[in-house]
């Protein structure tokens, strides 16, 4: 059973930094290209930063040049480093693997971690 374990968020100042983590078991992480994804209230859940199995990297324009992903396949989890924080990154914030995980006929999704960007 896959389990995706999200943490790291919390509220920050705009201009300030946050490193999310995302722990993930049950599968064979190495081999998965893993994304972070965020939902704003009101808007659609929209893919942010993705790392292939061998470590390429593509971002969202919007977070071009702040965000930062990475993996420890060792450790089965993969780092988002946000810098420059803005208050539209405002969101509670989900690792996934690309290829979804599917329960039943519902994509699989962990319990994300809010971040908040307020002075």
């Known amino acids: 059973q896959v389990q995706l374990v999200e943490s790291g968020g919390g509220l920050v100042q705009p201009g300030g930094s946050l490193r999310l983590s995302c722990a993930a078991s049950g599968s064979i992480f190495s081999i998965y290209a893993m994304g972070w994804y965020r939902q704003a209230p009101g808007k659609q859940r929209e893919l942010v930063a993705s790392?292939?199995?061998?470590?390429?990297?593509n971002y969202v324009d919007s977070v071009k040049g702040r965000f930062t992903i990475s993996r420890d396949n060792a450790k089965n989890t993969v780092y988002l480093q946000m810098n420059s924080l803005k208050p539209d990154d405002t969101a509670v914030y989900y690792c996934n693997r690309l290829s979804p995980i599917m329960v039943g006929s519902q994509r699989y999704w962990g319990q994300g971690t809010q971040v908040t960007v307020s002075s």
């Open positions: 790392i292939s199995s061998v470590g390429s990297t």
